[in-house]
């Protein structure tokens, strides 16, 4: 059955253009996932998606990995006063029957060490770890840089800092969103 998928999203990728799209593994649903496009000196990017679960299991995204980066983390927003600012989490729970939102100001998928930029309508090949589903290979389509700010009222400030950035020897003020 994950042989199938597979060989659907490889059909997908080879004939249709970048476009938004529905993932289905065994166990999992993964809707539209998708990133902004990256200035050329940005290190990081973040995916978003939305993850349903088919059963009555619920599951955990763990982790995950990307030839486009060096590592792969799972990070959500906090706001820490009027401040709004990135935290490494260890999971995100996708409940029995349900599903979890991954979007900007909240959880994403965080690529950190980006070894190229990231072009608009490009696909980035994402590997997903979840607790119980295994892995889940998907793609993750570039969007503008711009595109889907967080809400449609004021955006908070951000800091774009990251926790683990300090111990990946980054400069202060990486991070995605930002254009300088
Ligand atoms: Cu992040």
């Known amino acids: 059955m994950i ?3 597979l060989a659907a999203v490889i059909l997908l990728t080879a004939t249709l ?15 539209y996932p998708w990133s902004r496009a990256t200035a050329p000196n940005q290190k990081v ?12 299991k619920a599951d ?15 990070h ?19 409940p029995a029957g349900g599903s979890v939102m991954l979007a900007p100001g909240g959880y994403h998928v965080m690529l950190i060490g980006l070894k190229a930029p990231l072009f608009e309508e490009t696909v980035i090949p ?8 295994g892995t889940v290979e998907i793609e993750a389509v570039v969007e503008a840089a711009g595109a889907r700010a967080a809400s449609g ?3 908070p400030k951000m800091d ?20 300088k």
């Open 60 to 74: 955990r995204l763990i982790g995950g990995s990307t030839p486009d980066a060096e590592k792969v983390e799972i």
């Open 17 to 31: 253009p970048a476009t938004a799209h529905v993932e289905e593994s065994e166990h999992l649903t993964i809707s």
């Open 153 to 155: 009222g004021p955006m």
């Open 45 to 56: 990017g973040a995916v978003f998606m939305e993850i349903s679960t088919k059963d009555g």
């Open 160 to 179: 774009m800092k990251h926790e683990s950035m300090k111990n990946d020897g980054m400069k202060q003020g990486e991070g995605h969103g930002m254009s």
């Open 126 to 133: 994402l590997t997903l770890i979840f607790e119980n589903a």
């Open 76 to 94: 959500n927003h906090i706001m820490d006063g009027d401040v709004m600012r990135m935290r490494r989490v260890d999971g995100v729970e996708i």
């Open 3 to 5: 042989k199938t998928f």
